[in-house]
């Protein structure tokens, strides 16, 4: 698999994708589905331990193209010659544009998810703000799919709903209504969401889903 990766000035800068090796001597083998992006030091390499250059910094790419064109980025605080120039990071910034995928890129159910999540971790009790970004992050998956989005529950109500996932088109989506959503359907989640309540080893199970689901560029729901 060849690497992505660019020279910016004095930095290497490397696009690591599912699948790719980074790390000490290539140690370590990237897992997740969204994409990290290295600065290496250009000036300091050898055909060894530094062939990329002297190792930096790591980020998520999405952590990237939020940051703002006009200025500049400090890699490392006790570094001053580890900073990227403002110059130098609106080309990367426009470079990671045209070399990432359409499926790389940060779409708003994403962001949505990531502001549902903050919210859901400051424990405010019947919190409005995190249930409206849990109905916000629906809608807009929806919308993102063409009007289709699959929710899942890992124990429903008997009575509420069957286990499983389950289509969501439109109407009321009310709080508590789901744990997960995903893009489309599928099957291995399905079947998980069916045993989680009788399988013994729901810790495992529950960690199975949550891989599936980042594989999938689905969210967990958090609501309050």
Avoid at 5 to 21: A, C
Avoid at 61 to 67: D, F, K, M, Y
Avoid at 82 to 99: D, G, K, P
Avoid at 166 to 191: A, V, W
Wanted: glycine residues 6%; contains cysteine.
């Amino acid at each position: 698999m060849s690497e992505t990766s660019q020279i910016f000035g004095h930095f290497n800068v490397r696009i690591l994708r599912k699948g790719e090796k980074y790390g000490l001597e290539d140690c370590l083998i990237h897992k997740e589905r969204k994409p990290l992006v290295e600065f290496y030091d250009y000036r300091h390499r050898n055909d060894k331990e530094w062939k990329r250059g002297q190792f930096v910094s790591r980020y998520y790419a999405a952590t990237i193209l939020e940051h703002d064109p006009n200025f500049g980025l400090l890699l490392d605080n006790g570094v001053p010659a580890w900073t990227v120039s403002a110059e130098s990071m609106r080309e990367i910034l426009e470079w990671l544009r045209q070399e990432l995928r359409a499926d790389e890129l940060p779409k708003l159910s994403d962001h949505l998810a990531g502001d549902n999540l903050s919210q859901y971790a400051l424990r405010i009790e019947a919190d409005r703000i995190c249930n409206q970004y849990a109905r916000a992050l629906i809608r807009v998956m929806h919308n993102e799919n063409n009007g289709i989005c699959w929710l899942g529950k890992l124990n429903p109500e008997l009575g509420e709903q069957r286990p499983g996932l389950q289509k969501y088109t439109h109407g009321m989506i009310y709080n508590f209504s789901c744990d997960l959503i995903l893009p489309e359907f599928d099957i291995e989640i399905d079947r998980m969401l069916r045993e989680y309540r009788t399988r013994p080893g729901k810790v495992h199970l529950i960690e199975k889903i949550r891989n599936r689901i980042e594989e999938l560029r689905g969210h967990w729901v958090y609501w309050s």
